[in-house]
Nanobody, 112 residues
């Protein structure tokens, strides 16, 4: 059974940083393509970035240079390091094991 559990969300001031974690189980994590998505209030869920099994990453343009996705295959954990956070980064952040499995999400709020 696939299980994805996000953690690390919270309230942060503009310009601050957060690191999200996604703990995975129930599948072979080391060969999985994984992704981070987010959903702002009143908006559709959108891709933040993905990481392949070979650690190739791709990001939404608005987060390039600020966000970094990484993975620890020994721990079955994917990370999202978010720096220089902006109010428009506010939303629920979801971990995804492509194509079909999602975590429950963790709230990120950027506000002064």
């Amino acid at each position: 059974q696939v299980r994805l559990e996000e953690s690390g969300g919270g309230l942060v001031q503009p310009g601050g940083s957060l690191r999200l974690s996604c703990a995975a189980s129930g599948f072979v994590f080391s060969i999985a393509t994984m992704g981070w998505y987010r959903q702002a209030p009143g908006k559709q869920r959108e891709l933040v970035g993905i990481i392949s099994s070979s650690d190739t990453t791709n990001y939404k343009d608005s987060v390039k240079g600020r966000f970094t996705i990484s993975r620890d295959n020994a721990k079955n954990v994917m990370y999202l390091q978010m720096n220089s956070l902006k109010p428009e980064d506010t939303g629920i952040y979801y971990c995804r094991y492509l194509p079909n499995d999602w975590g429950q999400g963790t709230q990120v709020s950027v506000s002064s």
